[in-house]
């Protein structure tokens, strides 16, 4: 066949995948990706503008007059950036060790000479489907004399069932033949774990690792029971008591030349949105090309 009849034949053929439903498809994916995107530039827009022009046109897509009094209002005591650096303790300690936890854990109970992996699955199991409550897991901080520290955060978040479940049937889904061989080579469990598995686990651990860095990044309600100092306190916290305190003011002003004087309450609020959605949503690309892939392999139980 000649290079013409190919390049022909190969038009000819993209031509006919175009069909009406394919249209059709991709005018709703795209009024879909609108519907997204749209919301998310107000958002920004409306961060940088003012209390009057917000007034007149809540549909904000580009401010006349931007203006930064939102952002400067919302960093203004410094209580920010203490929410930014307790929030990046609790990922630098939080995500370490729950990743330790549910990789050793699901590697355990991956493999079917375990001994006693029946029960403890269930004992596992069991307490994903049947939560203590808060009232428990605070005596136990309490008797831990953990109250008060960021450790009583770390620890009622660092292990999650549904993932080490994810990363349990990942594992199980791996050539038996691959551990086989590194025991003939005089290989022990965590030998083959670190040298064999987990090489072989880029696309679940990529997962897990993003479920539990975004879990530790809006965590806000365990930093609300155990820690009463507000310099330890994370960003979700420290930023829901700035809105909450803007709305105070918004609804004390009698004007809008007060409110604006005093705090833009939807501008904090949406420039608070801003600055907490912007690190995490940076995070996302780093580990788009193993989510997917992770997450559809180990939800499947081999």
Known sequence: MSTLARKKKKANFGTSRMTALDILIFIVLTLGALAILIPFWNVIMISFATQREYAENPLLMWP?????SSYKALFADGSIGSGYWNTLKLMAAGLPLSMFLTVSMAYGLSRPKFPGKKPIFFLV???MIFNGGIVPLYLVMKDLHLTGSLWAVILSGSFSVFNMILMMNYFQGLPESLMESA????AGEWRIL???VL???APIM???ALFYGVAFWNSWYDAMVFLRKADQ???QNVLRAIIVESQTNAS???SVGQGTAQSFSTGMKMAAVFVTMVPIMAFFPLLQKHFAKGVLTGAIKT
């Not at 006349?64 to 930064?68: D, G, V, Y």
């Open 194 to 196: 670190l040298s064999v």
């Open 233 to 235: 306190l994370p960003l």
């Open 183 to 186: 025991r003939l080579d005089g």
């Open 206 to 208: 990529a997962t897990i």
């Open 199 to 201: 090489p072989l686990a």
């Open 252 to 254: 004390n002003a009698t």
């Open 64 to 68: 006349k007059e931007p203006t930064l």
């Open 125 to 127: 199991l069991f307490t």
